[in-house]
């Protein structure tokens, strides 16, 4: 089960079924300790950071450059899907995929946060199996 970790140096939060050895943020070794999902929520809101759709599309592209995937060449398309993402996340406090609907479990929910993980989605393995350089998003 997955629980929420707190490094006790720099207050870095991490949700996973283990901590990181190494903290991420200030690379001390050891230093996490799990914590209530109260702890780790007032944690993080006190240092929210908003991502703007600019900002959301540029990580995208960033991330697409080190992977097998690349952003679609369909400007509009991408556009509609970026604000789709950005109205979920002020509607649902998420950056839910707008092309499935949640579910309302938290758990199974956190699969569709854009990006997702579609490398386990069948119509991401049936074009990579097409065509190397799968367009996603």
Request: glycine share 2%.
């Amino acid at each position: 089960m997955k629980k929420f970790w707190r490094c006790f140096v720099c207050n870095d939060i991490h949700y996973g079924i283990s901590p990181p050895e190494i903290c991420p943020t200030c690379n001390a070794k050891n230093a996490y300790v799990e914590v209530s999902s109260d702890e780790a929520q007032k944690i993080m809101k006190m240092t929210e950071i908003l991502i703007d759709r600019d900002k959301f599309l540029q990580e995208i592209k960033r991330l697409s450059e080190k992977n097998e995937f690349q952003v679609n060449p369909d400007q509009d398309k991408v556009k509609s899907l970026i604000q789709g993402v950005t109205e979920n996340e002020r509607n649902h406090g998420m950056k839910y995929c707008p092309c499935r609907l949640i579910t309302k479990d938290f758990e199974e929910d956190l699969k569709l946060v854009c990006p997702c993980n579609f490398r386990i989605h069948e119509t991401y393995k049936e074009k990579k199996l097409e065509n190397a350089g799968a367009v996603f998003l």
